[in-house]
């Protein structure tokens, strides 16, 4: 069998390239080794940038049907649980995009409606139940988990986009390093109050919780452990974990309660790694295969969707141009390692300020979180960053007015400066309008 580009793991990261590569008639074979949905939690918040690029797959109606938009996430400090809080809100409204919110969307929701588009498309194939096998050259043996038969697919380009545990990029033999954290999450969905319509991070000196609206009143949470107490945990009566959510936020009495079983509360371990080859012959690796970050910025499933649209985008001009030397991926990492690079450090800051359990680390974690409110420019160039629409990195004087030694800056940056700071589309594909490919 024949296809043009093979994608090994039908995940976020996948379907967005399959989607991609179909709407430019490429033919597409994306083989995925589970036969229906994933039980297991996965990223849900989609940032300014992911629905851009959803924008120009023709999928952003369907998203917006199954989502729910969050424009603020209300940051609450408490001394102590149940005792007065402390409130800032860092605003996505600022953002200079058609889209200034983020968007909670199930993972497997989403994955149906960038599948289903892509079937649309004569060039698009997609086969569940399917594992990528074993890997020689431009041949790959894909295996039908049901009827155990094997068949080879020859492809021009190959992609691995099979998450943390990746074929091809064993294959390629890509080295990743893991880095563990200190804690770990427990994560979990159940009914949320109407009213409880925005994200929330709730903290004291010493836990953490992020709540995290989705549609039909629905909210997912994550409550930040320390590493290793999960055993513990789970030896305790589950009204234990409703008492631990309800110090932290008293609105979640009568809700969280309907969590009767440790069953339906998942273990999250954290951890990060980010290879130094994407790109190696005709492979190249996307997502969660090529580099894995600290949920806490929500960003994983983000990076692996811009991943698809960058190298989609390409390989679309390389098949239009008939420039098909495999050189040519690497205008891909070109444009994206710097960027991920960054957002993991962004991730990575975040998870240290939120996971040492000393008081006085709360209390400048506080203090700076509100001068970042309130200084026009960290607060935009914070939601920037994460928004995935442009890098601003901070600088030290950024920090020094966050730590309170300057003065905060109370003037807004004007659409015009603001249009400076995101992403043109000559940063974003630098290959276009130039002889630049081979
Ligand atoms: C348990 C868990 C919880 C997470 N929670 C969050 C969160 O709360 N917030 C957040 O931002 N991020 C979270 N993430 C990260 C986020 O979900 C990922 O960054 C994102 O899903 C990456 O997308 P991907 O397409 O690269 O990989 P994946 O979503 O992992 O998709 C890879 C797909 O490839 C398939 N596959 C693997 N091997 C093969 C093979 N040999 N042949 C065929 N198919 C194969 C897998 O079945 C899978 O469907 C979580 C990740 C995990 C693992």
Redesign the pocket.
């Given at each position: 069998m024949k296809t043009n580009v093979f994608i090994?793991?039908?995940?976020?990261?996948?379907?967005?390239l399959g989607l991609k590569l179909a709407r430019c008639n490429i033919d597409v074979t994306v083989?995925?080794?589970?036969p229906g949905p994933?039980s297991?939690?996965?990223?849900?918040?989609l940032q300014p940038k992911s629905l851009e690029i959803f924008d120009s797959l023709g999928v952003i109606d369907d998203v917006f049907q199954n989502g729910h938009s969050i424009s603020d996430l209300e940051l609450i400090e408490l001394k102590r649980a149940k005792s007065k809080a402390e409130h800032s809100t860092m605003s996505y409204s600022i953002l200079p995009t058609p889209y200034p919110f983020s968007l909670m969307i199930h993972?497997e929701t989403l994955?149906d409606i960038l599948r289903q588009k892509g079937e649309e498309y004569p060039s698009f194939h997609y086969r569940a139940n399917?594992?990528?096998?074993k890997i020689n050259g431009h041949t790959v043996t894909?295996e039908d988990r049901e009827t155990k038969a094997e068949t080879e697919i020859h492809s021009d380009f190959i992609i691995g986009?099979?998450?943390?545990?990746?074929?091809?990029r064993d294959y390629m033999e890509v080295d990743v390093k893991e880095k563990k954290y200190n804690h770990h999450?427990l994560?979990v969905t159940f009914p949320r109050p109407m009213e409880m319509v925005k994200g929330r991070i709730i903290s004291t000196y010493q836990s953490f919780l992020g709540l995290f609206p989705l549609p039909d009143n629905e909210v997912?949470s994550?409550y930040l452990i320390p590493a290793g107490e999960y055993k513990t945990l789970r030896k305790k009566p589950i009204s234990e974990f409703h008492k631990l959510y309800i110090e932290m936020c008293p609105d979640l009495d009568g809700y969280v309660n309907q969590i009767e079983d440790w069953k339906k509360i998942?273990l999250?371990?954290p951890l990060k790694y980010h290879a130094e080859t994407y790109v190696r012959d005709h492979f190249a690796l996307?997502?969660?295969?090529?580099h894995?970050?600290h949920?806490m910025?929500?960003?994983?499933?983000?990076?692996?969707?811009q991943?698809?649209s960058i190298l989609g985008e390409l390989l679309c001009d390389m098949y239009k141009e008939g420039k098909l030397n495999p050189a040519n991926l690497e205008w891909y990492p070109k444009v994206r390692k710097k960027r991920v690079a960054h957002q993991m450090h962004l991730s990575h800051l975040s998870a240290l300020v939120y996971s040492y359990p000393y008081r006085p680390v709360g209390w400048l974690r506080n203090k700076s979180l509100q001068r970042m409110e309130r200084d026009s420019i960290s607060h935009y160039k914070q939601m920037l960053n994460i928004s995935g629409l442009g890098m601003w990195r901070e600088t030290l004087y950024d920090r020094m007015i966050q730590g309170g030694m300057l003065p905060i800056r109370h003037d807004s940056l004007t659409d015009e400066e603001k249009s400076t700071t995101t992403f043109t589309e000559n940063q974003d594909y630098p290959w276009k309008g130039k002889e630049a490919l081979q």
């Open positions: 090994s793991g039908g995940g976020i990261g996948g379907l967005t083989v995925e080794r589970l994933g297991v939690y996965k990223g849900e918040l993972h994955k399917t594992v990528c096998k894909v986009a099979e998450g943390r545990s990746s074929v091809t999450f994560t997912r994550v998942q999250m371990v996307i997502g969660d295969a090529v894995t970050v949920p910025a929500g960003e994983g499933m983000n990076m692996a969707i991943d698809g």
